[in-house]
């Protein structure tokens, strides 16, 4: 549905997306992951058709976005970060004007802008002004305005940010149903958000992917002989810690309230050498058991170390 | 076929952002403010025409309202246009106009289109001017409708120049005040030949003045290609300009 | 990262406004390029500045220009600058393009007026070869624009035959000079050695002149000269030597002839024009007019009021007794000399020959011969017996008041206007040597001693009224008293020649005694003021009054109260004179009534109206083309604010006539003019139209209140035969059998010299518009009607009315619009 080749971007000086490249299956529901500034909000403008890339190529449902404009656009619905919204026309207006200029034409769109407001839960407020609505509302309203003409795409640039909790629960709730039909993208900073409601989450960093899997493939992959927990007794913390951060293999060494953590590098299994050293310092080895990373944890890996950068396999 | 269905889209869309664009207008204060300016001080002017008109001093014509009408749209044109484009950017929605299956050059159009039809409700609302000159005398109607057709046009390449402008900046108080300036300018060259008088540059500025092309429309009862062509020429360079400045500003964000 | 942004902010605005700054410089060059032709000094630095700035803009942020120019932006950008920098060129070709079809603009008036007519088209495609038009107008001239327009039409249609240059009068005036062209705003047309002129930019006047150039034809008008008329060589206040110019710039050539002369008009006229005759014309002129005429001639003749007989003119101002008491000679305004039977008043005969209005008349001692004076400034001397003229005597130069015999025949003497007596020889006409007798004053009167020793005349204005004795042999002045303090009107010597008695216009009576030279000055009617004054051999004084009564005064001593009144007159007594025998007093007066009186019954004898016959000219105009001038003069109380009631000004025309139809917007005048009125042409073939009338506060005055003054015209009371305005003033007819045709106007001043001085009338329009439809031919072009709506406020706001509609006006729809906006506004609120 969208395929993205080797797209670049730069901002004067400034490049801000290097050579991206990515699929996307119809029906997939995808997360771009990445920091402030990592080029997440560029990609997805140059997917809608809002900027053209210096180089590189996109294609939406077929459509190249700088051949074919028109048709890519009208296959997208957008939700920018922030919600272009009319603040002096009511819901409705809104909403219908959006499918107007998405080409739906009398009487499906009168039905349809019924169907989706109902659909984001703001079928009560219909006729009120924009401007008397308060945040998550109008997020709400955005939504509705990128489903309205039943695209095959949508892409949805930060749409939790300033929601309160119940907000933003609702709003994911929402993001899973439509996710059951329409092919999404969206993007955020926000880990939880990939966990709990994407198929597959690609991480950005400095205008590169760094990382693309299905959030528990990734976990999956770094986790086991890469970390465990190891409590041990008799033993003073910075003692444990000085011994077992001396090993071969080891990354890091975390002291917590019950026990230490203990990262490897991949592909290492550091855990015999570690029980190892343990008794052979007449310490008390009481647990040793694997932890999963986190998708934070990985994020942050991937992220603040520059690493190379993880590919699939197969 | 295939071409007709094109323009057909193109119109739709130009409909579209057209009726939107017309309705936001009667939406806002600020619409019924300037009209109500324009519509006190062409109404000023016309009635102070009117003593010398009612002793038969002066024919009965409508020259007394149309004659100050440029010198208005100095500080109207921009007046309405500042906020067209500009607005957009500083509100954010030029993402969701961008990114709509409509084109540059349609949005230009439709909001220039919207902001000249405002102009022509108050400029229908005047025509009861005239109804007064033709309830007791007998004004030339040709002179009437050249004179309405020369504020039409002025109006359309005066606000084409205000889309223009508001198509440069986030800030309407930028646009405003550049579109201003440059009808100002343009007001004080063609003021500046009658004073001086070479003969290599005065029939050129006469040539590419706006007022001296009104002005052929609004004096004599015929219509002359090439003012309408003039017209119609400043409207099309502007939003031209225009479009190229919306397509330019993609780039950069 | 906030710093960096501002850096590159800065560094953004900074190159852009160097690129602003670089093209504007780039602009300026050109300007100065093409304003002063050259690559200049200027040129040069804005050129400098400009390569600065575009510099600046690449060099600044070199980086960015890198970047923007590379890649698939650079390309963009590129493709964007070309694509625009062609769009602007192809719309600036496409506007030059529009403007070398030269696709002619479309005319909505309601009039067509800017559209060539079909008459202007049908000729323009005749042209046989090139004409050359020169607009000569001066750059400040805003007339510039609009015959630009027109002209271009015409070069338009002209399909190249036509070609038009604009000069500049002041910058080339031997160019204004070949062409006699004396103010901006004048066109000439040139085809050949032809030239015409037109003077305004409406298509029929241009097209009039493109007519005149193309057919180059010349057309003859004929003034009729001999009764006093108006001659275009005049170049006085009151002569017609400037409409005379202008008739030249219409190819129409002027010539004065006198019909009496020739006897006959010349075959080439075009037309005829009588302009303002005062003296009769006779019956074998007005034949030869009509002969003319019947052969489809066309003329145009101007009447003065007060002229052509009936009651409105001067009616008689001259009488004198025959020695023999048997004849009565009378000197009309009409410029008619009449004899009338004494006994019963019966005319005897005409005596004709003054070319203007008789002041006196006197016999010869024998009673063969009778000396006259007139306004024409002649004194004539006419045998009685056969009406003869024997002389006419040289000396006078202005209008002559009064001449008479010397008592014993040897001396003829008159005075006038010219300040001077002048004698004669009455056997030679000579001059004697002394002659003439100079004096600082208008003279009125005249007076012979019975003896024939001493000529006393009498005159002055206003604030004086001197008395002058001179000896007639020797030539020398005796008494020069100022007698009265306002003008001697009229002396008589005592019977004894002691005496002269004087009368002035305050009714004063003057006695001089001649010896002495001392006299005085009684106030005998100074409530009424006298007009004339005459002796009796018995010495009997009769007076006349300004209040038109004769008193006679029998015995010397007697006072006014004890004189015997006759009444009779209606207006100013002119002359009187007694009978030889002294039994008859005749008094003639502006009333053109001659009244005999029995002196010692004080009662009338017998009437006469005098010189009323109407002038056989008025006389045809009825007959033959049911045209008739009224005797009357015009007030117009309507348009007196700008000169006076006597002269109204015409804004109402017919709309049709093509005389008329070119100035129906615009104002004439005629000063002292006469109404006419149309008879019934049903039984004929002719077609009568009125061409010009006054406002309905106008009315034809038939006859006049009192006076106090015999040169001021009494008042005007307006009462049944009067005729009510608006009344017509100028006619044209057309006799559809013979293709004659006249133009009839009751005024002949509206085109004289000093009336031509008054710019913002048409006069001149009207009377050039006139003599063309006189001289239209059928080969001459009938050139495109001129359409002039009134478009005025009819009926106009009163000023509440126009207050009321200014006032909603300029608000009524604001506050609508205001209250329109609150209302979406609450609306708007309310949605919350």
Known sequence: MIQVEGLTKYYGNFKAIDSLSFYIDAGEVVGFLGPNGAGKTTTMRILTGFMPPNEGTATIAGYDVLDQPLEARQRVGYLPESVPLYKEMTVWQYVDYVAKLYNMRNPIRANRVDEVLDQVGMIDRADSLISSLSKGMRQRVGLAQALVHEPDVLVLDEPTIGLDPGQVREFRELIQQVGKEHTVLLSTHILSEVEQVCDRVLIIHNGQIVAEDRPDALSARLQGSHRFKVKVGNAKPEAIAEVIGGLPGVINVTSTDDGVEVLSEEEQDTRPAVAAAIVGKKWDLLELRPLDMSLEEIFLELTTNDRQTYEEEG | MQFFKVIGRSLRSIGIVFSHEFNLFFTSPIVYLIGSVWLFLAGGFFALSLSAINTGQYEPDMLGMFSPMVFLMIFMAPALTMRLVAEEYRNGTNELLYTAPVRDWEVIFAKWLAVWAVFSVFMLISFVYPLILFSRGNPDPGLIITGYLGLWLMAGATLALGVFASSLTQYQLVAFFVTMGTLLVLWLAQQLTYIITSPKITPVLAEISLVSHYQNLVSRAIIDPIDVGYFVGIITVFLFLATQMLSTRRWSS | MNEQNNIQIDRNVLRWVSLGIGLLALLAMLVAWIAEGKFSTASWISLGVSVAGIAGFILVDARAFVSAITGRQGLFGLTTAFMTIFFLAVMVALYLLLKQANIEPWDVSESQEYTLSDTTTQLLSELDGPVQVLAFYAPSDYGKEEAKLRLDQYERESDGKLTVDFIDPDADPALAGKYEVESSGTIVFEQGDQTSKADSVTENELTGALARVMLGDERHLYAIVGHGERTFTGYDTTGYSTINRHLENFNIITDEINLLETGEIPADADMVLIAGPTATFTDTEIAILSAYLDEGGAAMILSEPGTGGGTMGNGVMGVAFSPDGDTIATGGADGTIRLWDAANGDEIGVIRGHTAGLTDVAFSPDGSRIVSTSIDNTVRVWDVESGEQLAVLEGETAAVRRATFSPDGNLIASVGENQAVNIWDADTYQPMAYSPLAVPVPLMTLAFSPDSAHIAVGGGSSTEGPIYVWNTETGEVEISEPLHSSFVFSMAFSPDGQTLKSAAVDGTIGSLDIESGEGSATPRYADTGTSAIAIAKDGTIAYALVDATVHLQTDTGAQPDKDIVL??????????????????????????????????????????????????????????????????????????????????????????????????????????????????????????????????????????????????????????????????????????????????????????????????????????????????????????????????????????????????????????????????????????
């Not at chain 3, 003019?673 to 139209?689: E, F, G, K």
């Not at chain 3, 009494?714 to 009462?719: E, H, M, N, V």
Request: hydrophobic content about 40%.
């Open chain 3, 567 to 832: 009444s009779g007159h209606t207006d100013v007594i002119w002359d009187l004179a007694f009978s030889p025998d002294g039994s008859r007093v005749v008094s003639v007066g502006r009333d053109n009534i001659i009244d005999v009186w029995n002196v010692d019954e004080g009662t009338l004898d017998y009437m006469i109206s005098g010189h009323s016959a109407v002038d056989p000219l008025l006389q045809y105009l009825e007959n033959n083309w049911k045209i008739r001038l009224n005797d009357d003069i015009v007030i117009d109380l309507g348009t007196a604010q700008q000169f006076d009631e006597f002269t109204p000004i015409v804004y109402t025309y017919d709309e049709f006539s093509p005389i008329t139809a070119p100035i129906l917007n615009q104002y004439t005048f005629f000063p002292d003019a006469r109404s006419i009125t149309r008879l019934d042409t049903s039984a004929s073939s002719l077609s009568l139209i009125a061409l010009a009338l006054t406002s309905s506060s106008s009315s034809g005055v038939t006859s006049w209140g009192e006076t106090t003054d015999p040169y001021t015209v009494g008042t005007y009371g307006f009462d049944e035969a009067d005729i009510p305005g608006p009344v017509t003033l100028a006619v044209s007819a057309e006799d559809l059998e013979s293709g004659a045709r006249l133009v009839v106007v009751g005024d002949s001043d509206f085109v004289s010299n000093a009336m031509l001085e008054y710019s913002n009338f048409d006069n001149s329009q009207f009377f050039i518009k006139a003599v063309e439809w006189l001289t239209e031919s059928e080969d001459s072009i009938e050139l495109p009607p001129v359409n002039f709506e009134d478009r005025r406020f009819d009926p106009q706001f009163g000023l509440v009315q126009l207050r009321l509609v200014q006032i909603s006006a300029a608000c009524l729809m604001p506050i609508a619009f205001i209250v329109a906006g609150l209302g979406v506004w609450i609306t708007r609120r309310s949605r919350r």
